[in-house]
T-cell receptor, first 116, second 113 residues
Framework: AQSVTQLGSHVSVSEGALVLLRCNYS??????LFWYVQYPNQGLQLLLK??????LVKGINGFEAEFKKSETSFHLTKPSAHMSDAAEYFC??????????????FGKGTHLIIQP | ETGVTQSPTHLIKTRGQQVTLRCSSQ?????VSWYQQALGQGPQFIFQ???????GRGNFPPRFSGLQFPNYSSELNVNALELDDSALYLC????????????FGSGTRLTVV
């Protein structure tokens, strides 16, 4: 069984400040890891994914995440926050060996607030 | 390349009724999966369809059922609606074996009253 824990249901940062959203996972096999963003009343947009290649993954809109196996973490960062980054962010995990039959397991989400 | 489209965007149903939600896959994808996202929560996996058969299921009761058609589009059916079924229902498509390439639709907002 897999699980995802996102620390902090709400994170508030000032515009231009560092964004750090935390994600820890539990998986019995080497996982695939994802970060998605969701704007109000919209679906999920993929920011980035880790699929066992480079441990530092760069995504869209200046976001990146680092896979740390020893810490079972996959934290999302962005050096300088922009007002347009305000949204809900979800970390998710999947089992590569299942072919997708077990779907994605999501965390509960972190609401990112950007202060002007 | 077309993305994933879902219909309708919003729906209101009465407790006890049945509902059908629809999803068109992204061009080139052959699997469809459905997720339920309750307000303030992360999406939860309902099931996945491949070759018109369910090949994976989350912790949802049998009153949640689905279909996949030869053109890879899909339906989610929910019988005997309960108030707790009120949620955003998301459809995602991918290629079988590539559990890293999901494309999500914008969802259907279901309200049960």
């Amino acid at each position: 069984a897999q699980s995802v824990t996102q620390l902090g249901s709400h994170v508030s940062v000032s515009e231009g400040a560092l964004v750090l959203l935390r994600c820890n996972y539990s998986s019995s096999v080497p996982p695939y890891l994802f970060w998605y963003v969701q704007y109000p009343n919209q679906g999920l947009q993929l920011l980035l994914k880790y699929t066992s290649a480079a441990t530092l993954v760069k995504g869209i809109n200046g976001f990146e995440a680092e896979f740390k196996k020893s810490e079972t973490s996959f934290h999302l960062t962005k050096p300088s926050a922009h007002m347009s980054d305000a949204a809900e962010y979800f970390c998710a995990v999947s089992d590569p060996s299942g072919g997708g039959a077990d779907g994605l397991t999501f965390g509960k989400g972190t609401h990112l607030i950007i202060q002007p | 390349e077309t993305g994933v489209t879902q219909s309708p965007t919003h729906l209101i149903k009465t407790r006890g009724q049945q509902v059908t939600l629809r999803c068109s896959s992204q061009s080139g994808h052959n699997t469809v999966s459905w997720y339920q996202q309750a307000l303030g929560q992360g999406p939860q996996f309902i099931f996945q369809y491949y070759r018109e058969e369910e090949n994976g299921r989350g912790n949802f009761p049998p009153r949640f059922s689905g279909l996949q058609f030869p053109n890879y589009s899909s339906e989610l059916n929910v019988n005997a609606l309960e108030l707790d079924d009120s949620a955003l229902y998301l459809c995602a498509s991918s290629l079988i074996g590539q559990s890293y390439g999901y494309t999500f639709g914008s969802g259907t907002r279901l309200t049960v009253v």
